[in-house]
């Protein structure tokens, strides 16, 4: 993948390198769209196409020039990425979710960053995800570790206690339920009219 001291704006597949979409939206879409209960099929082989195809899509503007021999080491790399070459295998509860916090996580990141990431039109994943393991004391930050405690089984301390009584519709993960057939539709169209331009 390169230099830790660079931004990797490819990654090379197969002996090739393949452009990718570095911008930190493009990366939260495909959190997102990874995290969508309609991407799930009762056949596991069916969601792992289809989780693939995703990846594809959104990460490589030319994925289809990617021969599909090669797509597990895309997927491998595209994960590496993502992570910033920074493996932990270790299985975690889920104490945050990018599309629910968005709105507590956006001001803690500007904060780091020092600008409304919103207004600038380009910002690596990298830079983004920097800023985010370098957030400090906010609601964010307290709004996570009560997640953490309750994930864990450990008793709230009386102020952790009163926080989530008063925080509680932002600590609890929200139920995401499946989208209708014409909901369905409408994504597709949108997801694959974006593909074409």
């Known amino acids: 993948m390169g230099s830790a001291w660079e931004f990797p704006k490819s990654l090379n597949v197969g002996g090739v390198d393949y452009e990718i979409r570095t911008d930190y939206r493009v990366v939260l879409d495909l959190l997102t769209a990874l995290a969508d209960p309609d991407l799930t099929d009762a056949d596991e082989q069916m969601t792992a196409y289809m989780q693939s195809r995703v990846i594809m899509e959104i990460m490589f503007p030319d994925c289809d020039n990617i021969p599909m021999e090669h797509w597990q080491e895309a997927l491998n790399k595209v994960s590496e990425f993502i992570d910033m ?113």
């Open 85 to 197: 070459g920074i493996s932990d295998d270790s299985k975690k509860p889920k104490t945050m979710d990018w599309e629910q916090d968005a709105p507590i996580l956006i001001p803690a990141i500007n904060k780091v960053l020092n600008c409304e990431i919103r207004a600038q039109e380009y910002i690596h994943w990298w830079t983004f995800l920097g800023a985010y393991m370098e957030i400090g004391e906010s609601l964010f930050s307290n709004i996570i570790h009560i997640r953490q405690k309750k994930a864990k089984g450990k008793k709230l301390d009386k102020w952790e206690q009163d926080f989530y009584k008063e925080n509680q519709s932002l600590i609890d993960f929200k139920q995401v339920e499946k989208r209708s057939e014409e909901e369905k539709q409408a994504l597709e169209a949108l997801f694959y009219g974006h593909k074409k331009k």
